[in-house]
């Protein structure tokens, strides 16, 4: 395979004249958040939205919060000027939402921008012109000057039709698109020049939309180029500095934040990510950033879900499973020691503190999803998932030594099926391998005082018929054990128990666990029952009958590898 040749391509510039601040800042709040899902979302389409599609989208934008959307290219496209006409005429716009429609500095797109607004309340013109080296160069061959004077001849249109319509509070934009192509001094001076013709103040401001339309350099240049404008602009009081960045090098996220500390207060981006090439930032990605630092987003994405549907629904784009923040299996844990990190962690976890979770970096309740996705148990998985899952499900806490003894036959189970088990596959899989009730049952048994401790009377059946054993002891299971020992001479002896109440998942009341030694070997047992006392004097007949059952088979090495 021939190698790629690094050297046709060269760094990024760097950004010089200026005094680099914005590593040593930390965010502390919100930007103002502009959507651009209906025009730079919509053109990376294969298929453009419908007018239908449109609406839907627009919906969800408003119910998230977003509290500027960019309309489209009505001037271009004619689904576009429909788009907006029924915004306006359908009076759809609540009052506290300002929409922007995008034109090029050309005077019919924006003249027809204008009266494709005609009846709105207020409203955001963007104006834009390429500025690049190489879009000079290789595209218009102009110099500065050429490029500057289609800055100014366009904000001059853009003037003269606000001027015509007095009674809109328009709101003025420019972007000199490919910004991050641009040297940054020419890129302050066709923005002054722009300025010139608006005459903002601080009241009134100008927007200045500095873009990364094409990522060649690391989120870091690009907030060197922001704070250089940002130092370097005059009458910064009286402008917005706005961001839209790109993600070609996957950076667009990282560029947009390190870009607000350089003093950007505006970034656009798309729900999820979609835009050109690779993508426009994903403001739901930077507005999760920001919530689990901390900060307010000032959105609502409390139903991931919905976005995620309607999104779907919209573009015809699926979101990848691990997607940050909101991809189906971003709060699922398939290691074991990730597992048994959150289970612990989970625990442990106060009501009103600051949240510390291992592997999970905020709680996925506060975004509407619940555990049924937190924890999942395949091949991969250790002890502490499927433990996890039956605590949460079936409220049943498995002693250490009984998750030793599980955890290979869900291991064996999980490859055998090439998947992950439920949490009711999993009790099976307990109950299977280490409860019996046969060949000998608890029938009864009765339990008084002693002088010495406890007496016990239990009927049990073998092969279909009854007996009866006397014992004493400390509590129930000594006795058992005594009585037991005195009728079959075994020597066995309970080695570790764990007995607790069951709130969910089972009829039963009370689930016991015992370790019983048998000899040389260790045998785990588990039975469930309407009362304590019950489950563990099964879970003790349980475990002798699993010793009897691995003598038959030949198994007994399998119960000593189990209890190591």
């Not at 001094?185 to 903002?200: G, K, L, S, Y």
């Not at 689990?292 to 309607?310: A, C, M």
């Not at 006795?479 to 128990?497: E, L």
């Not at 785990?524 to 010793?547: F, K, Y």
Request: charged share 25%; net charge negative.
């Amino acid at each position: 395979m021939t190698r790629f040749d690094h050297r046709k391509y060269r760094p990024a510039p760097r950004v010089t004249g200026f005094d680099r601040t914005w590593p040593d800042r930390d965010l502390e709040k919100a930007p103002i958040w502009v959507s651009e899902d209906l025009r730079d979302g919509n053109q990376a389409l294969l298929e453009p939205m419908t007018v239908e599609q449109k609406k839907h989208l627009w919906q969800l934008l408003i119910e998230v919060g977003i509290k500027e959307i960019m309309v489209g290219f009505p001037s271009a496209s004619q689904p576009d000027y429909d788009f907006v006409r029924w915004l306006i005429d359908e009076d759809r716009i609540p009052d506290d939402v300002t929409i922007a429609a995008l034109t090029q500095s050309r005077d019919h797109l924006i003249d027809r921008t204008f009266e494709s607004l005609e009846g709105v309340n207020k409203a955001i013109i963007h104006l834009y012109n390429s500025t690049s080296t190489v879009q000079r160069e290789r595209v218009f061959e102009l110099d500065q000057d050429g490029i500057i004077d289609i800055a100014v001849a366009g904000a001059k249109r853009v003037k003269a039709n606000a001027d015509k319509r007095p009674d809109v509070n328009w709101r003025l934009e420019y972007s000199p698109e490919s910004f991050s192509t641009t040297e940054p001094e020419f890129a302050v001076r066709i923005c002054e020049a722009v300025m010139d013709v608006w005459q903002p103040t601080p009241e009134n401001r100008i927007i200045f939309n500095l873009p990364n339309t094409v990522e060649l350099g690391g989120p870091h240049h690009h907030a060197d180029q922001i704070e250089y404008f940002c130092q370097n602009i005059k009458d910064r009081e009286s402008v917005i500095v706005s961001v839209h960045t790109h993600n070609d090098r996957g950076g667009a996220v990282a560029a947009a934040e390190l870009c607000m500390l350089a003093g950007a207060e505006r970034v656009e981006g798309t729900l999820l990510g979609n835009g050109e090439r690779t993508g426009n930032m994903d403001i739901v990605i930077l507005a999760m950033n920001l919530y689990g630092q901390g900060i307010d987003p000032e959105l609502d994405l409390s139903n991931p879900d919905k976005i995620i549907r309607v999104v779907h629904e919209c573009t015809g784009i699926a979101l990848h499973p691990r997607h940050p923040w909101v991809g189906e299996l971003v709060y699922t844990a398939f290691s074991g020691s990730h597992q048994d990190a959150i289970r612990k962690s989970l625990r442990k976890q106060g009501p009103d503190e600051h949240w510390q979770v291992a592997y999970l970096p905020i709680d996925p309740r506060d975004i509407g999803r619940d555990y049924q996705a937190v924890i999942r148990v395949n091949s991969q998985s250790g002890k502490g998932g499927m433990a996890f899952l039956l605590e949460r499900d079936f409220g049943i806490n498995l002693p250490r030594w009984m998750m030793l003894a599980l955890a290979p036959h869900v291991q064996a189970e999980s490859e055998k099926t090439a998947g992950e088990l439920s949490s009711t596959q999993i009790r099976d899989l307990l109950f299977a391998n280490f409860a019996r009730r046969a060949p000998i049952a608890l029938v009864d048994y009765g339990l008084s005082r002693a002088s010495d401790g406890q007496s016990l009377v239990v009927t049990l059946e073998q092969d279909g018929e009854q007996f009866t054993l006397e014992g004493r002891g400390n509590g129930p299971l000594s006795a058992f054990i005594n009585a037991w020992h005195a009728h079959s001479g075994d020597d066995v002896a309970v080695v570790d128990y764990s007995e607790h109440a069951l709130s969910m998942g089972s009829d039963a009341d009370a689930i016991a666990f015992v370790q019983l030694r048998h000899g040389t070997v260790r045998i785990p047992a588990v039975a469930e029952d309407s009362d304590t006392v019950s489950a563990s004097l099964q879970a003790i007949i349980g475990a002798i009958n699993l010793s009897r059952e691995a003598d038959e088979t030949g198994q007994r090495g399998g119960l000593t590898a189990l209890a190591s």
